[in-house]
């Protein structure tokens, strides 16, 4: 089956920095999600990009799906990014979501 | 509009006991699933429905049953509960298995402990 590692495992950052999370994927996908898991432990949908760019505020999104790689941008970090960062795809043929290992981010005022 | 709703948000069951984990969605989403987090891990999906009636194994079925009588509700029975049956569960729903512009939502989760 397909498999997603995610890098860096973790992540300290000073409030203010900018940061580069990656979604790595080993065989093509047709489906694209990017989540922030808070410190409460609930899922927030950041993005859904199975290709191109996307943007919302501080936080933007890229998936090169030809080259199987995803990255969502943080800039400007805030202390309320804390938390772990998931990507999550599926492959043609298949309804079944696989998460990546995640990017336990923490920042530090 | 509730969203995904997960009841109960906590459980501590005895090993060999049942039970049913209740998810609900009022958004008329065809498609839902129940996934598992082992803590420092990502989520594993357990099993999916793409419609009522209809629903398939996810990565880590063992130990679970579940079924789709109605669009709103997918409950997720645990048979006979293990040790390792504790983690932390989430339910979640799209509007259609697959099509663009298609993201899932999840539940808030439901911590449980089996001893």
């Known amino acids: 089956g397909i498999q997603v590692e995610q890098s860096p495992p973790d992540l300290i950052l000073q409030e203010g920095a900018n940061s580069t999370l990656r979604c790595n994927f080993s065989?093509?996908?047709?489906?694209l999600q990017w989540f922030h898991q808070n410190p409460w432990g609930q899922l927030i949908n950041l993005f859904y990009?199975?290709?191109g760019t996307k943007q919302n505020g501080r936080l933007s999104a890229t998936t090169v799906a030809t080259e199987r790689y995803s990255l969502l941008y943080i800039s400007s970090s805030q202390t309320t990014d804390s938390g772990v960062y998931f990507c999550?795809?599926?492959?043609?043929?298949?309804?079944?979501?696989?998460f990546g290992t995640g990017t336990r981010l923490k920042v530090l005022a | 509009n509730a969203g995904v709703t997960q009841t109960p948000k906590f459980q501590v069951l005895k090993t060999g006991q049942s039970m049913t984990l209740q998810c609900a969605q009022d958004?008329?989403?065809?498609?839902m699933s129940w996934y598992r987090q082992d803590p420092g891990m990502g989520l594993r999906l357990i099993h999916y429905?793409?419609?009522?009636?209809?629903?398939d194994q996810g990565e880590v079925p063992n130990g679970y049953n579940v079924s789709r009588s109605t669009t709103e509700d997918f409950p997720l029975r645990l048979l006979s509960a293990a040790p390792s049956q504790t983690s932390v569960y989430f339910c979640?729903?799209?509007?259609?298995?697959?099509?663009?512009?298609?993201?899932?939502?999840f539940g808030p989760g439901t911590r449980l402990t089996v001893l």
């Open positions: 429905s793409v419609g009522a009636g209809i629903t």
């Open positions: 065989d093509s996908v047709n489906n």
């Open positions: 999550a795809v599926t492959t043609s043929g298949t309804y079944k979501y696989i």
């Open positions: 979640a729903s799209k509007v259609t298995p697959s099509g663009a512009y298609n993201e899932q939502f």
């Open positions: 958004m008329n989403h065809e498609y």
């Open positions: 990009i199975p290709s």
